[in-house]
């Protein structure tokens, strides 16, 4: 048995743009309702929500029967998470919060064996069909997508030394907390957070650099893809649940009135 490829890391070296879905709600029937919908990538997250390793597990055998991509947003630049989500199978880790090229560099060999980095060997786990993925050590590398994400002025400033680290497939920027940094607290689309993104990531681009980020606005995520953005998340599962259920009370009791 080989080792099925990862159609979002062919995807971004190919230049096709991936539109895709955050997921925090922690729930593998959660996830079953959105893994169909056809959003070309799926980011589970373990750093703002409350997900556990097993949680993730669930969603990752949903969203292994569907067209989606299952990433996961590791809860810190830690080596024993990375090894234990690439166990469970993770096709790609976005790493929160970096800061330089040195813990950019931590990233990366955290997701590779010896002598190339500090992965711990395991030979039946779910990543490789517990034992029967023959060819499994030599082709993870290859498929298996490593994004940083960038959530500082400091880190933007560096972008460009930590997008040239060997192993690094794409940049993340985010936005909530760029706009942190700057003192824009609450506020991810102010003009002056997007006057900082937006240069960095065209120089990230004309360098041959995948960029992506979240953003809840559609009409948003449109105008990055068009501008050159490879894979953008274009909304939260727990933000399209409460809209839908705020909007729903406000249409039935509108008409009450």
């Known amino acids: ?18 539109v895709g879905l955050w997921i925090s709600l922690c729930s593998n029937v959660a996830a079953e309702v959105t893994a169909h919908a056809g959003f070309d990538w799926a980011l589970i997250d373990m750093e703002h929500a409350p ?13 292994a029967s569907s ?7 590791v809860e810190w630049n830690d080596t024993v ?60 590398e290859a498929e298996t997508s490593v994004l940083l994400q960038l959530e500082t002025a ?11 680290v060997d192993g690094v497939d794409g940049i993340f920027f985010g936005p909530a907390d760029i706009a942190a940094d700057i003192g824009k607290l609450g506020r991810p689309m102010d003009p002056d957070v997007w006057a900082l993104i937006r240069p960095v990531a065209q120089k990230l681009i004309a360098r041959g650099m995948p960029v992506g980020t979240l953003v809840a606005n559609p009409g948003f995520a449109a105008d ?34």
């Open 154 to 164: 400091t880190a933007l400033e560096q972008a460009e030394a930590i997008a040239d």
């Open 67 to 73: 067209t989606t991509t299952a990433l996961v947003r």
């Open 1 to 18: 048995m080989n080792l099925p490829p990862n159609p979002f890391a062919r995807a971004l070296a190919a230049g096709d743009k991936q």
């Open 81 to 140: 998470a990375v090894k234990r989500l690439l166990d469970l199978g993770a096709q790609g880790l976005l790493f929160p919060m970096i800061q330089s090229v040195e813990e950019a560099e931590r990233a990366v060999a955290a997701t590779r064996y010896p002598p190339g980095g500090v992965r711990g060997v395991s030979g039946t786990t779910r990543a490789t069909r517990f034992g029967r993925v023959t060819d499994y050590l030599d082709r993870v």
């Open 224 to 257: 990055l893809l068009r501008e050159g953005f490879s894979f953008v998340a274009c909304g939260l599962d727990t933000g399209l649940l409460a809209r839908a259920a705020d909007t729903l009370l406000a249409d039935v009791k509108g008409r009450l009135e």
């Open 51 to 63: 997900n556990d390793y097993l949680s993730v597990l669930g969603q990752l055998q949903v969203f």
